[in-house]
Nanobody
Framework: QVQLTESGGGSVQAGGSLRLSCASSGMTTQYYMGWFRQVPGKKREGIAAITNAGYSTFYDDSVKGRFTISRDNAKNTLYLQMNNLRPEDTAMYYC???????????????????WGQGTQVTVSS
């Protein structure tokens, strides 16, 4: 069983930066991992993902060039560096993990088995 815990959220002004972390309780070095976000009343959307060894990354167009996903497998930790934040980035952010990726979009919510509880990011204008 994998347990994921996000941290690093908070409030920041537009143009600022935050770094989210996702610590896992189990060994997740073989897991594909992703970051998602959700605004109340809207569907959860995938914004970034990374393969198990970290060689490949994927981004939604809304964050490409501003956010960077990375992982430190020695620490069982996933990161999301968020720069040039915008008010529309305000959301609850979740990390997720899956052991086997069947080839469907790696940014789809139904690709993932394990989810954290989320960390809130609020960006003011």
């Amino acid at each position: 069983q994998v347990q994921l815990t996000e941290s690093g959220g908070g409030s920041v002004q537009a143009g600022g930066s935050l770094r989210l972390s996702c610590a896992s309780s189990g060994m997740t070095t073989q897991y594909y991992m992703g970051w998602f976000r959700q605004v109340p009343g809207k569907k959860r959307e995938g914004i970034a993902a990374i393969t198990n060894a970290g060689y490949s990354t994927f981004y939604d167009d809304s964050v490409k060039g501003r956010f960077t996903i990375s992982r430190d497998n020695a620490k069982n930790t996933l990161y999301l560096q968020m720069n040039n934040l915008r008010p529309e980035d305000t959301a609850m952010y979740y990390c997720a993990a899956v052991l086997r990726w069947g080839g469907a979009s790696i940014l789809r919510t139904d690709t993932y088995e394990y989810w954290g509880q989320g960390t809130q990011v609020t960006v003011s204008s």
